[in-house]
């Protein structure tokens, strides 16, 4: 292909604002010089400009936009409890402390406190397993990470560098992110049957910083390692799952299993369809037999888990 | 509606898309009524996801993309229900033509020039059209545009490319378009 005809190539995208900063700069100074290559790029700046100006095709009318309010309006807060329920709550909650003489509210003294027993004996028995029973939102660090997976999946996020290697793939991130990216190769070094696939990796935006994204398979299932820096995201909400003295926060969003967690600077996302809370998904960095207790202690101890 | 309303901030950013998501719901469905039905349910679905929509998105971008969920669910409920069937792009063209006024006191030639062109995207086959109004009239990217559609990059640019050639051979058989403004050759 000859200067011209890659030139040509790209004027599309250089009037889609598609190309590279390097790239651009190639293709005006190529204009520069040429004059067909000039007057071709002209007539399909002049076409689009002439399309661009025909928008919008269509308006809508002060009837549907006031339509689109009412509507709105019209729509409670999202997870906002009905009213009707929400009075009945309260009715129930005033109900029980402000009946008279006492009997309902020693009723409900001693129903408190027995709930208040109950919570500290199973914090007791659980929290040498688990620091933290309770669940909370997924943080937008997790659901990030779900969103990145999802879209690998569909094509829609390719990898920029595609290897096997632990240590290119970890060379490729060099000088990329603002930290250093060390991907182990425990599988080489034991000799230990491959569980796991390295694909590659590429990098993703979040909160205005690089992210670097790890891309894992193992049994054909896909596994999605995002690493950034914990200046930058603090994991948090889910469910709290203390090991190692590292907390790792477990959340299922759209069905995927995500484990976040920050160590030494640095804040990680794992993302699997792997079975239980996808704990298996740590293989692809704690593939050793002494792993198997870290990994086995994110294992769910009951059935309630998808 | 207050400020205290959780939607109030939704609602407040949303109602600036109105204009261009009633815009192509026209280019999705070709219909007033149907199109005015898919903006309400675009509208009603936003605000009951918004909560889990991330800080960072693009908010514009994830309605396109709730809209034309939406009337591809709608499209594969009513499968059985009778169906449009897609007219050849000249000939509808040709049809809607007929229905811009012919004015002598019409309004500039550079408005009719704009009516004509808004008439041949419209004209367009669907999957035509709304690739060059995500693009050409939203101005969204190749990578936003994937996103709406759910399909790979690679597939924006390769069905972008043929929509416009298509929009360009429909527009060169029209006399008040300018043959500079065509252009002698696709890329």
New interface residues.
């Given amino acids: 292909m000859n200067p011209c005809e890659q030139i040509r190539d790209q004027i599309i995208f250089y009037l889609d604002d598609e190309l590279e900063a390097r790239e651009r700069v190639s293709l005006e100074v190529h204009l520069r010089s040429c004059a067909p290559c000039r007057d071709l790029f002209e007539q399909e700046k002049c076409f689009l400009e002439t399309v661009r100006r025909a928008g919008p095709v269509h308006k809508a009318s002060p009837a549907l936009r006031t339509r689109i309010k009412e509507t709105l309006e019209d729509v409670p807060p999202p997870h906002a409890a009905p009213a009707a329920l929400r009075q009945r709550i309260e009715r129930t909650v005033w109900g029980s402390f402000v009946t008279t003489a006492g009997g309902h509210f020693r009723g409900a003294l001693w129903r408190a406190a027995v709930i208040l027993i109950a919570f500290v004996v199973g914090y007791g028995v659980f929290g040498r397993y688990r620091i933290y029973e309770h669940t909370q939102q997924p943080s937008a660090f997790a659901s990030m990470a779900v969103d990145r997976h999802q879209r690998h999946l569909r094509d829609q996020l390719p990898l920029e560098v595609v290897s096997a290697a632990p240590d290119q793939i970890s060379a490729w991130f060099a000088g990329k992110v603002p930290f250093k990216v060390e991907l182990p190769n425990y599988q080489e070094m034991s000799g230990q049957e491959r569980l796991y696939e390295l694909e590659g990796a590429r990098l993703v935006d979040y909160e205005n910083n690089h992210a670097a994204y790890v891309a894992y398979r193992m049994r054909n299932r896909p596994i999605s390692l995002l690493v950034t820096s914990q200046q930058i995201v603090e994991p948090s909400g889910g469910e709290e799952i203390v090991s190692k003295n590292i907390t790792f926060h477990y959340d299922s969003i759209d069905g995927f299993k995500v484990i976040t967690w920050a160590d030494r600077g640095l804040a990680y996302a794992l993302v699997s369809d792997l079975e239980e809370r996808g704990q298996q998904s740590c293989i692809v960095c704690h593939q050793g037999t002494r792993d198997q207790d870290f990994i086995r202690s994110l294992k769910p101890r009951s059935s309630f888990w998808k | 509606?207050s400020d205290g309303?959780?939607?109030f901030s939704?609602?407040q950013t949303?109602?600036q898309y109105?204009?261009?998501?009633?815009?192509f719901a026209?280019?999705l469905t070709r219909d007033r009524t149907e199109?005015?039905d898919l903006?309400?349910e675009t509208?009603?679905r936003a605000?009951?996801?918004?909560?889990?929509l991330?800080?960072?998105s693009n908010l514009k971008g994830w309605m396109f993309a709730i809209m034309r969920n939406a009337w591809i669910n709608e499209v594969r409920r009513s499968r059985n229900a009778p169906h449009f069937v897609e007219l050849d792009a000249e000939e509808d063209y040709a049809r809607r033509v007929g229905r811009i006024p012919n004015d002598p006191y019409a309004v500039l030639l550079k408005n009719r020039?704009?009516d004509e062109?808004?008439a041949a995207?419209?004209g367009l086959p669907q999957g035509f059209r709304e690739i060059?109004?995500l693009?050409?009239?939203?101005g969204f990217?190749?990578?936003q545009i994937?996103?709406i559609l759910?399909c790979?990059?690679g597939t924006v640019m390769s069905r972008l490319?043929r929509a416009?050639q298509k929009?360009?051979s429909v527009l060169a058989g029209l006399q008040t378009?300018a043959p500079?403004?065509?252009?002698?050759?696709a890329?």
């Fill in positions: 509606m309303n959780p939607n939704f609602t949303a109602l109105l204009d261009s998501l009633y815009g026209m280019t199109a005015e903006v309400q509208y009603l605000v009951r996801a918004f909560g889990r991330l800080p960072d020039e704009r062109i808004r995207i419209d060059i109004v693009r050409d009239i939203e990217s190749y990578q994937a996103d759910d790979p990059a490319g416009r929009l360009r378009i500079k403004t065509i252009g002698a050759k890329i």
